[in-house]
């Protein structure tokens, strides 16, 4: 599996992961957490969830299932610019033209932003 397949496949995986760990979250905190605050948490949930995930590891845990990763097309191996390259992919994905981007092309909007690909492992 490989080019937009292989991205669809992750978003599918990440976003049900995603959904499964926020709405479990809500359900063990429903008693503390305001019907009004649950959409605040899940936005911030989804920037962690990615954000946290691709920093550490370089892979979110549909990374892990289709075994590729996150990969840096800029020349340099400078921790603080790859963390740089992530937090401005993570901030892409919340721009809705995002994920109409993949209709045009092979990489995201937020691939490009960020210089980043995904590659097989």
Known sequence: MTGKTLRLVNFLLDTIIYLILVVVFIL?????????????????AYFLYYFLFELVAGRTPAKFITRSKVSSLAETTNKFFYLLQILGRTVMRF???????????????????????????
Do not use: A, C, M, Q
């Open 95 to 121: 721009i809705p033209i995002d994920i109409l981007s993949y209709l045009f092309s092979f990489r995201g909007l937020h691939d490009y932003i960020s210089k980043t690909t995904i590659t097989k492992l």
């Open 28 to 44: 063990l905190f429903k008693n503390s957490i305001p019907k009004e605050d649950v959409k605040w948490i899940s936005v911030v």
